[in-house]
Each structure stands twice: as C-alpha cells, then as structure tokens.
C-alpha cells in the first residue's frame, strides 16, 4: 500500500520519489560552487548601479587616456617634486632620495637671479594680461556697433593669435632691429633717436609684452564680442532711453555684464603669459633672453639642461606650477560654483 502525502504536510526544499519512497531534504547537501560569470555580472551591477549602465562598456575609450595622462602628466608631476627636494645634479648618478629636504627652495629664496625672473614673470603676466584685455574690449566694442567689413577685421585681428611663438618671435626681432626695424622708423618720425628694444635692459620686457599683446589681444576681441552679442538689445535701449551717452551706457550697463568673459580671457591669457618661454627663447636664440626679460621658465630651462643643476630646475618648475594652479584653481571654484563644471 502506497503512502500519499499531501502538498500541506510537505517541506518545500524536500524532494519526494515517484515510487513513493524516501523522502530527503536538500538541505542537507551542499550548495553548489558559484560560477565566476555570475560574481562578475553581480560587480558589473553593482558598478552600473554606482556609476551609470554604461559605465563598463565606456571604460574601453576613457580608461586608457586616463592611465597616459595619470603617467605621464601627473606622475611626471609628482616625480619633479621629488626630484627638486634632492641636490641631483648632471647625469652621474641616480637621484638619492633617502634625504628629502627643501634645500633648493631656500636656494631660490636667495637667489637674485630667481627673485629677478619671478618678479619678471609677474609683470608680464598683470601687463600683458591687463593690457590684451583692454584692447580686445575695445576692439569687441568697435566691430560689435556694425562698422563695414566686419567679418574682414575679425579675421585680420584674430589671425596672429595663429601664429606659433616662433614665427611672432622672428616678426618682432625684425621689428624691433636696431638698425633697420620698423619700431625705430616710427620713433625716428617724431624725433627720437634709435631705441635699442632689446638690448635695453630697462625697457625690453615691455617690448616682449607689446609683442605678446599684438599676438593675443584677437582673442580677446573674439571672447568679448562673442559676450556683447549675448546682452539682449533692451539693455542699450534702455540706457539710450534714459539719455545715457555712449561711454556711461559701455562703462555703468555693457562692460559689468561682461564679468564672465573678462575672468575667462583672463586665466586663458595668464596661462598663454606663462608658456612664453619659447618666444623668449627664438627673440634670443638661446637659454637667456636679453638682460631685463628673463622669467621663471626660461631661468628653469636654463638650470636644467644648460648649468644641469637638474634638482634646482625641478624646484622653480614646481614654484610655476603652484603659479598656475594659482590662477586655475579659482577659476574652476568659480565656474562650479556657477554650475558650469
């Protein structure tokens, strides 16, 4: 006689024989082994759940330029810090890094060829930037009120700002000739004898930052403009309206709603200031510009690879790059904190 048993008096883990038998339990054997292609699509989940559905199939096309530029740009970085709290010198021996200390620092701090070039690099870096903006506005604010040829100016005054270092450098070292340059043609207009631009100590970084000027001050223009169009025409019609004259409506209503491209321009110009060691260096044709124009990357080029006094260079290379982070880093709190980031 067979037992029945009924779907209530059995346990759901229980496994019943059709001959009406042994009655056994599963959960006296063990589970079986996990696979590992179901632990990879669980992390796979987890992952698209934390960083989006996409997240591993877009790593393909983003993780290998984020492994180079963590290499080579931010482990390069770190290692030139490194580097500059040691006393390297030449190639003879590997950098001992066993005593770490801030010796080349304090050689800068006492160092007058070091205070000169940063004092430098910070004139040119408030002038050429004050000035590159001062003449882009101006330049914005004449095209932007519809004078003829417009599209022919933009381009004439954008087009230096494609030149590299080199070639503006080869134009100006023409220019500011000594026996036959343009600049002393035009001074010798008004009665002035032959300046020496570049051979006047006094005088040269202000040649090199009117040289800079001329090659930028089109992007300038371009950014302001490209801010004056934005201004919706009510603003001016308003100003006209309540008999503001040209320069009040420019200076009290147009120009403080151009706050945004001024700060943009400003760090892109600032940052173009501190790369202009090539241009320096085609204007003298060597590691050291003329007397009066040397700055913080051309002193720092010339440690390394002239003098070879590799842990000094890397010292002021780190001091330019705390310069820039200076400049970059209030800029991107700014534009986060305006949502753009």
Do not use: C
Request: net charge negative.
């Amino acid at each position: 006689m067979h037992r029945t048993i009924s779907p209530s008096s059995r346990d759901d883990d229980s496994e019943v024989r059709t001959d009406g038998g042994v009655v056994s339990d599963s959960s006296d054997t063990d589970p079986a082994p996990e696979p590992d292609r179901d632990r990879a699509a669980r992390l796979k989940a987890a992952l698209d759940r934390r960083f989006g559905s996409d997240f591993m199939e877009s790593s393909v096309f983003w993780l290998p330029p984020f492994l180079l530029m963590g290499l080579f740009v931010y482990g390069a970085i770190i290692w030139n810090l490194l580097i500059s709290l040691t006393d390297y010198q030449r190639f003879e021996n590997a950098p001992d890094y066993s005593n770490l200390d801030f010796g080349m620092y304090t050689r800068a701090l006492a160092d007058s060829g070091f205070i000169d070039a940063a004092v430098n690099t910070l004139i040119l870096l408030i002038a050429f930037t004050a000035g590159t903006l001062v003449v882009g506005l101006l330049l914005a604010i004449l095209i932007d009120r519809g004078i003829r040829f417009e599209n022919t100016f933009r381009t004439i005054y954008l087009l230096p700002m494609s030149l590299s270092f080199v070639v503006t450098a080869q134009f100006w070292l023409w220019i500011y000739n000594y026996n036959r340059g343009i600049a002393n043609s035009v001074v010798g207009t008004f009665g002035l004898g032959p300046v020496n631009w570049l051979g006047n100590q006094d005088i040269v970084l202000y040649a090199v930052i009117f040289a800079l000027m001329w090659q930028f001050s089109g992007y300038a223009m371009v950014v302001y403009l490209a801010g004056l169009r934005a201004i919706p025409t009510e603003h001016y019609e308003a100003a006209t309206v309540d008999g503001a004259s040209a320069l009040k409506m420019y200076w009290r209503v147009i120009i403080p709603q151009l706050k945004g491209a001024t700060i943009s321009a400003a760090v892109v110009l600032m940052v173009f200031g501190m790369k202009a060691f090539d241009f320096l260096y085609s204007l003298s044709g060597g590691y050291r510009p003329p007397n009066g124009a040397d700055i913080l990357a051309t002193k720092m080029v010339r440690e390394a690879y002239a003098n070879l006094n590799w842990a000094y260079g890397s010292a002021i290379a780190i001091v330019l790059f705390g310069m820039a982070l200076s400049v970059i880093g209030p800029y991107l709190v700014y534009e986060y904190r305006r949502d753009n980031l």
